[in-house]
């Protein structure tokens, strides 16, 4: 029987994507486990693969088309000597998820498994695919007790297999009713013809939103509206570390280890993060979750948009091994090829500016995570000594965004001084 192909959901966050590129044409033989396309997600281009054997009998979207919503049909899946026109009639996309403001929703599977299918009513046809039918032919199973995972409820060569002679279909529990929570008074939009109407005779350029533009816009939006963000300030003294920093990349220079401030950032952080455990927690929407360990997301600006690569267990690993696994990072976020698993996630994230001359700013936090530090740059200035005398000295400032329903303003200067302490005595932190 001749099947769609859905707009698969590649992320836990991913509404609708752009088709990049087909990997396969009308009239190909594709089996289970093939690719069949590269697919532009909010955040990386991903592979999609075939879940059912059959042939390309027609694609319905092309190549580049962007905005394309999930669960909707892209191409048409036939057996042999099958027409395309067979398929059923298109229906609706299934309405994406309303963004949430964290990344909690990143903790769930990217697909919810299917829903168990109610047995057949008697003289209904049973969708399944060739090689299916031949699997429980073989095995002695009744098709109408397997419930299908494929589109429209197909019975694909995985149910077969994972059915056991004699099953039953299991019946479907009753999902409880979901307690609606109050929504936020929404504030008042502006339509985009509404303020183009403001700029009639000027001349400007539209720049159409690509599904990262998108995500950041909600998302950040979401973050301000709901996050009761305070700020926390402090100044770090960076001579002693800079000392140090030259001196290990001097010893390093042989391993082509080259140290940046922002290495020492990160595990500064990272450690400070164990030091005061209360702080190292995100916010669940109705509880806490205090981390063991210290993933650090670190901000990573490309063209378009930004990536927050996790740095997982960042403080049991060295200065090098951070150094080494940031820039592999930071230079596949650039290409976007991160896989999902490896931005989402991560309790405290680092934003620094400092490479691009600014001093000092303030970070949104990005949910769930408990804060966020805002690293600025280095600057020469003249500071008071111990000693009561005048003297240059490198600063740097910092400013710490914490989600107040998380960490209260003591506990937030508490971490804030842990990560002042580390990086004025580095020495320490390999101890």
Do not use: C
């Amino acid at each position: 029987m001749a099947t769609e192909i859905l707009m698969p959901a590649l992320s836990p966050t991913m509404e609708e994507g752009t088709l990049a590129k087909w990997l396969v044409k009308e009239g190909d033989s594709v089996k289970s486990g093939d690719i069949l396309a590269e697919i532009e997600t909010d955040k990386a281009t991903m592979e999609f693969e075939a879940v059912d054997e059959g042939i390309i009998g027609k694609i319905l979207i092309a190549e580049g088309t962007a905005g394309v919503k999930v669960n909707t049909p892209i191409a048409v899946l036939v057996e042999e000597g099958e027409s395309a026109d067979a398929a059923p009639a298109p229906k609706a996309a299934a309405p994406a998820a309303a963004p949430v403001a964290a990344q909690v929703a990143a903790a769930a599977p990217a697909a919810a498994a299917p829903a168990p299918a109610a047995p057949k009513a008697e003289g209904q046809r049973l969708f399944a695919s060739p090689l299916a039918r031949r699997i429980a032919a073989d095995k002695g199973l009744d098709l109408a007790s397997i419930k299908g995972s494929g589109p429209h409820g197909r019975i694909v060569k995985a149910d077969v297999e994972a059915a056991q002679p004699g099953a039953k279909p299991a019946a479907a529990a009753p999902a409880p009713a979901a307690a609606a929570a109050p929504a936020p008074a929404a504030a008042p939009v502006v339509s985009a013809s509404a303020v183009a109407k403001l700029y009639e005779g000027r001349h400007y350029e539209e720049v159409t939103l690509d599904g990262m533009r998108k995500t950041i816009a909600a998302r950040l939006t979401e973050a301000k509206q709901t996050i009761p963000h305070f700020y926390l300030r402090r100044e770090v003294r960076l001579d002693a570390l800079m000392a140090f920093r030259a001196e290990l990349n001097a010893q390093l220079e042989g391993r082509g280890v080259k140290l940046s401030v922002n290495d020492f950032i990160i595990k500064a952080s990272a450690l400070a993060l164990q030091a005061v455990p209360n702080a190292n927690a995100v916010w669940a929407g109705d509880r806490v979750l205090k981390m063991k360990a210290s993933d650090v997301a670190v901000a990573v600006a490309i063209e378009g948009g930004l990536f927050t690569p996790v740095l997982f267990d960042a403080e049991a690993k060295s200065l090098s091994k951070l150094s080494s696994e940031m820039k592999d990072l930071a230079k596949r976020a650039r290409d976007r090829k991160l896989a999902p698993h490896e931005y989402q996630g991560g309790s405290f994230a680092i934003s620094n500016l400092g490479m691009f001359g600014i001093e000092n700013f303030d970070a949104v936090i990005n949910p769930p995570h408990g804060a966020i530090l805002a690293v600025g740059a280095g600057v020469k200035k003249p500071v008071v000594n111990a000693a009561g005398q005048i003297e240059v000295a490198t600063m740097m400032s910092m400013t710490l965004s914490v989600d107040h329903r998380v960490i209260d303003g003591a506990l937030g200067a508490e971490l804030l001084k842990a990560i002042v302490d580390n990086l004025e005595n580095p020495l320490a932190m390999l101890a």
